[in-house]
């Protein structure tokens, strides 16, 4: 999969993914990902990209023309690619959308700076896209956390050993709690079931940990997660039983 970043930093993408799951990917020609500087399609003497706004104001507003003629360039190179605008006004990024873009055979990233990017250029972009109700200074820190989870998702990127299964919001609920060695740690102890080598028991009670987390942490996520019977017998179960904590 080919992810192209239109950016006035491109060094910035220089070491994020240098090392570990997606520096492999990278590696093995699983993923290619290009940082390219917008600078490099702007016309005139001082290759100027930004303008001031007009009606007045403060900051600066990226131009129209250099991303035109960058988006043109890049999706001849990939016809594919879909364009993604980075803007604390786009939707905001979820695991279920990583799992959609994962698909695609390339994406391209459009990072603003200043006070953004000439509304125009909302005509040639796909989509658009927020990290969360936050303003960064630049788009580049949201398409590097973008890349890194439609990366990770790409066929052959993860092995079994990260798989992306039980993943919190792989089926819309949060994950249960993992333990690791040793199985007591300054007086916690690992729960028995987890010890107990009976597979059902570890499922059922690694399920009921998911609901229970999520019930507790994003109760909203309930509403459209995939939920069984069982499931269902068990919210009903968590939520009687952490209402009657909360009573006593
Ligand atoms: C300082 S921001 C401009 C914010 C703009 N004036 C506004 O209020 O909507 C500069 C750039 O950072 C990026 N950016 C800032 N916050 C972001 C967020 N939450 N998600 C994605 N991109 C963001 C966008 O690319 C934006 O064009």
């Known amino acids: 999969m080919v992810f192209d970043v239109l950016t006035l930093f491109p060094g910035m993408f220089d070491s994020p993914f ?6 492999k990917a990278v590696d093995k020609g699983l993923v290619q990902i290009t940082a390219h500087h917008l600078r490099d399609w702007a016309q005139g003497k ?26 043109r360039e890049l999706r001849c190179r990939q016809p594919g690619s879909k364009v993604l605008l ?12 990583a799992r959609r873009l994962a698909q695609q055979e390339g994406l391209i990233f ?7 990017f000439d509304e125009r250029i909302r005509t040639m972009v796909d ?3 927020s990290l969360g109700d936050f303003v960064l200074t630049g788009g580049e820190l949201a398409a590097m956390a ?22 919190s919001y792989s089926d819309g609920l949060l994950e249960y709690p993992q333990y690791t060695r040793p199985a007591d740690f300054e007086g916690m102890s690992v729960p028995d079931v987890l010890l107990s080598g009976n597979h059902a028991a570890i499922a059922a009670w690694r399920r009921r940990q ?5 019930w507790l942490r994003r109760p909203e996520l309930l509403e459209t ?24």
């Open 86 to 97: 980075m803007t604390p006004q786009g939707q905001p990024f979820r695991q279920a959308h």
């Open 18 to 23: 240098a090392d570990s799951i997606v520096g």
């Open 210 to 214: 998911q609901i229970l987390r999520t």
């Open 146 to 167: 973008m890349i890194d989870a439609v990366a990770r998702l790409v066929p052959g990127v993860l092995g079994n050993r990260d798989s992306a299964d039980g993943d």
């Open 127 to 129: 989509e658009e896209f």
């Open 46 to 71: 001082h290759k100027v990209t930004d303008d001031v706004p007009y009606g007045g104001g403060d900051g600066m507003v990226l131009k129209p023309e250099p991303v035109a003629r960058a988006l």
């Open 110 to 116: 459009l990072c603003g700076r200043y006070e953004g």
């Open 225 to 248: 997660a995939c939920l069984s019977d069982e499931d269902r017998l068990v919210l009903r179960e968590v939520q009687r039983q952490t209402g009657e904590d909360c009573a006593s």
